[in-house]
């Protein structure tokens, strides 16, 4: 009863404040209809003067298809355009010009340099700790870090692993009631409900008392999961907030690039990533598809000044905005603490320039382990280069493992995922379901010796077109609780056989035509 009246005071404000999420859904699906229906319609009047439009047709078609050919992208992106494209060259070119070609986002990648600049002179000044590790392949595989998007390991840094999703909500909330100076908020998606009222909650209380909060959600990731105007009711309560990449009726290719991240910074002391939004589902306040298993870390420490500035630059990034990111750090031994071992490398991955960080950290692990690499990924949509890593790993005897979901939560995505079972299997991979319902977990760890937990999940959309973080973890005790929480999962999960795999003709055509399209999930 208390609970719900301290909730209540919150709602008849936001009520008032916000208008339904689905009418601002329909008039944006309304407005992309429409061009396209224009773009319909220019293309049948052309069709009247078919002898031009023909010589012009197989130009474009020759011309499309070879700077798609050109193009730095990746060859499944490639295939899949080319496809599109000849299907329809007129209107196939025009939809990637919009949608595929990236050239959309070409104005703001000058801003994307000028913070990504920022990150790396925040964190350049850091004592590189590399140097240090004596295993050849960890230390090149966190060189490549430092060398490539200037992220520093550090030591004292305490890490935590906190799985299911209930356990981090319960210590985000003790940690952000512990807050005295700011807390920072980045998230793909927030929902209304019992979790981000939890949190709401001690947001405002928080700033009655005079501390800095602000709050920053992906616009796609939480357009049906939060009222049209949720900022402008924050903003009353004294929360600053913004939005990543605002979702507007035009065809875009900057659509595809969405803030994936799951950040919290509090104080500049304690940071948290993983793979849990701050959503319901996501600590089974109710059952959306079965089980959700989830995972997160909590860092005291050093290593926390790195998620300060991830958030920082986003917030500079969405803002068009510059600061002092200086005020937010804390000296060496406002932040110390006890028990810290091993290394803690935070990274981060961004669409918009030529480094695909994420899917060469994952690459990197597989084809060094010696022993073993298992792993957690709420998604196996993967590309050629991807399956014959994980299986060149098996066929050498690593003991390569992945946990999936039994229960999908997008029907087309978990085909494709089941379909790249056989050839993985066949290779000597281990496939197991999370038979209790869905796991969002995004979790590697490799030979006892190092893991990384972050947003990453093992498809092309967190590969190549969202914005994600995640932590290198070397030589910490945390290890062998990721490595238990695995085996754990593992229990409760069914191992698939290589004769479960064997599907319909019917239903392998449509595999073969979900897999054309699968860049695209």
Not at 64 to 73: D, E, R, T
Not at 112 to 130: A, C, T, W
Not at 288 to 300: A, C, M, P, Q, Y
Not at 447 to 452: N, W
């Amino acid at each position: 009863m208390e609970r719900e009246q301290q909730i209540s005071k919150f709602d008849t404000l936001e009520k008032r404040l916000s208008s339904p999420s689905i009418l601002r859904i329909c008039l944006i699906g309304a407005m992309i209809l429409l061009q396209g229906i224009t773009l319909g319609v220019l293309i049948s009047f052309l069709n009247q003067y078919m002898t031009y439009y023909y010589v012009a047709t197989i130009i474009l078609l020759l011309v499309v298809m070879l700077y798609i050919f050109s193009n730095k992208a990746n060859p499944a992106f490639k295939l899949t355009w080319m496809f599109i494209v000849a299907i329809s060259p007129i209107y196939g070119s025009i939809v990637y010009i919009f949608l595929g070609s990236d050239l959309a986002s070409l104005r703001t990648r000058k801003q994307l340099e000028r913070v990504s600049d920022k990150i790396v002179i925040e964190l350049s000044e850091e004592k590189n700790l590399v140097s240090e590790v004596e295993d050849a392949h960890i230390k090149n595989q966190m060189q490549y870090l430092i060398n490539k998007v200037g992220c520093p390991a550090y030591a004292n840094t305490r890490v935590d692993f906190l799985s299911p999703g209930e356990v981090k909500f319960e210590r985000l909330k003790a940690e952000l009631r512990k807050a005295k100076s700011f807390i920072f908020l980045e998230y793909f998606i927030i929902g209304s409900g019992i979790m981000w009222e939890g949190i709401l909650e001690i947001l405002a209380d928080k700033v009655r008392e005079g501390i800095e909060v602000r709050v920053m959600w992906d616009d796609f990731g939480s357009m049906t999961t939060i009222p049209s105007k949720h900022g402008e009711y924050l903003t009353t309560l004294g929360i600053k907030n913004c939005v990543f990449n605002k979702v507007v009726p035009i065809l875009s290719g900057l659509h595809n690039h969405r803030d994936h991240r799951k950040i919290a910074v509090i104080d500049g002391k304690v940071a948290f990533t993983g793979g849990i939004n701050l959503a319901d589902e996501y600590i089974n306040a109710y059952e959306k598809l079965g089980h959700w298993k989830d995972s997160s870390i909590v860092l005291e420490g050093e290593a926390v000044w790195s998620f300060t500035v991830m958030f920082l630059s986003t917030w500079s990034f969405v803002n068009n905005s510059d600061e002092d990111y200086s005020r937010y750090r804390r000296p060496a031994e406002e932040i110390a603490v006890k028990d810290a071992a091993g290394l803690i490398q935070p990274y981060y991955d961004s669409p918009l320039d030529s480094e695909l960080v994420g899917e060469n950290v994952y690459m990197n692990m597989i084809s060094r382990a010696e022993r073993y690499i298992y792993m957690e990924s709420p998604y196996l949509v993967i590309d050629h280069e991807m399956l014959i890593t994980l299986s060149n790993a098996a066929r050498q005897g690593v003991d390569v493992r992945i946990i999936t979901p039994h229960i999908g939560d997008h029907w087309y995505v978990h085909s494709m995922t089941r379909s790249n079972y056989s050839q993985l299997i066949e290779a000597g991979v281990r496939i197991f379901e999370y038979t209790p319902g869905f796991i969002h977990s995004k979790i590697f760890i490799c030979d006892d010796k190092i893991a990384t937990v972050g947003t990453i999940n093992m498809d092309y959309r967190s590969l190549y077109l969202h914005f994600e973080c995640g932590a290198m973890i070397y030589d910490s005790p945390v290890l062998d609780d990721i490595y238990d929480d695995f085996l754990d999962v593992q229990s409760v999960s069914h191992e698939v056989a290589l004769e479960e795999t064997r599907v319909s003709p019917a239903r392998r055509l449509m595999r073969s035509i979900i897999r054309i399209f699968s860049p695209m999930m």
